[in-house]
T-cell receptor
């Protein structure tokens, strides 16, 4: 079955600390992987995506993610978190040629302490 | 970047009435659009795939007669929630596949409250 798992429902980090949000996926074909961020009551903003090539991808707002096929993971990282990063983060998987049809993880709520 | 606009952003309706939500791609043509539903504190679940000029494809468990989808042009898809009930209250988000490139762009979502 195709699925995305974000093991951490809620994470709290101090401002300036590093961040890693976990994502594991199960997908039968070549996965196209995405990380989105959602502020309360808002739509989704794409942080970064992985289709092929270099397994370490850089995104907006200083985020990066690493694709590890052997672990079926696509973890999101940021070296130094800012208070404005507090939001809901979703990992999603889609397939080639159909990247609009996505399976989302449950989401991780990030809280940033001053 | 590409822009997808959803309207209205917030709507309150009475139980038994119908509500229409619009999803527009403002600066590109989208042959395919997608409708998602998000319950509070939960993830997004795909409801249906909207194809321009043809019938929508609904995910398992989604009532096609309750959630009517029309994709009459390359820039507009509409979702009509018919005979709405309080359990239909949710956040509905659309996305549109860009014809060039490899990603879809999301609207800002519509908060539907049925009273």
């Amino acid at each position: 079955a195709q699925s995305v798992t974000q093991p951490d429902i809620h994470i709290t980090v101090s401002e300036g600390a590093s961040l890693e949000l976990r994502c594991n996926y199960s997908y039968g074909a070549t996965p196209y992987l995405f990380w989105y961020v959602q502020s309360p009551g808002q739509g989704l903003q794409l942080l970064l995506k992985y289709f092929s090539g270099d397994t370490l991808v850089q995104g907006i707002k200083g985020f990066e993610a690493e694709f590890k096929r052997s672990q079926s993971s696509f973890n999101l990282r940021k070296p130094s978190v800012h208070w404005s990063d507090a939001a809901e983060y979703f990992c999603a998987v889609g397939g080639p040629g159909n990247t609009g049809k996505l399976i989302f993880g449950q989401g991780t709520t990030l809280q940033v302490k001053p | 970047g590409a822009v997808v606009s959803q309207h209205p952003s917030r709507v309150i309706c009475k139980s038994g009435t119908s509500v229409k939500i619009e999803c527009r791609s403002l600066d590109f043509q989208a042959t395919t659009m997608f409708w998602y539903r998000q319950f509070p504190k939960q993830s997004l679940m795909l409801m249906a795939t909207s194809n321009e000029g043809s019938k929508a494809t609904y995910e398992q468990g989604v009532e096609k007669d309750k959630f009517l989808i029309n994709h009459a042009s390359l820039t507009l898809s509409t979702l009509t929630v018919t005979s709405a009930h309080p359990e239909d209250s949710s956040f509905y988000i659309c996305s549109a596949s860009h014809p060039v490139g490899t990603e879809a762009f999301f609207g800002q979502g519509t908060r539907l409250t049925v009273v």
